[in-house]
């Protein structure tokens, strides 16, 4: 079985490309998908503007692709909570530099789900 995992990027996007460590504000997302434990295949999605429908925009984007999980670095606690209603589980990466070395955590099991713990408020502090 297959799925896919966002991982939100600097550009270019791509396994080698820097996390955007904050899921709404990244330039673009890096789309990897997963099966039998494996990367199956690379792309990038678009970020949408953030002003349309503010945080919970990138929420319904990715949902909307078909995006299962999340590897992020820094979301507050909406974006999270709409995660979850969407079905979507978010894992905490901001401990990683690169897209693919994220990925290969989450491959592995070393990702922690991302809990309010890990929530930033909006005020810069991540």
């Known amino acids: 079985m297959s799925f896919l995992l966002a991982v939100p990027s600097c550009m270019p996007g791509g396994l080698d490309a ?3 460590m904050h899921f709404g504000h990244c330039d673009i997302y890096t789309i990897v998908e997963i099966e039998d434990n494996a990367i199956k295949a690379v792309s990038t999605l678009e970020n949408v503007p953030h002003q349309q ?38 894992f905490f990466a901001g401990q990683y530099p690169t897209v693919g070395a994220a990925v290969q955590a989450f491959l592995e099991g070393k990702l922690p789900p991302f809990t309010m713990d890990f929530t930033c408020g909006g005020g810069g502090h991540h």
């Open 18 to 20: 820097q996390m955007g």
């Open 53 to 90: 429908g503010g945080c919970m925009a990138p929420v319904q984007h990715l949902a909307s692709h078909g995006v299962k999980a999340l590897l992020a670095g820094g979301m507050g606690m909406r974006p999270l909570m709409g995660f979850q209603q969407v079905g979507v589980n978010v």
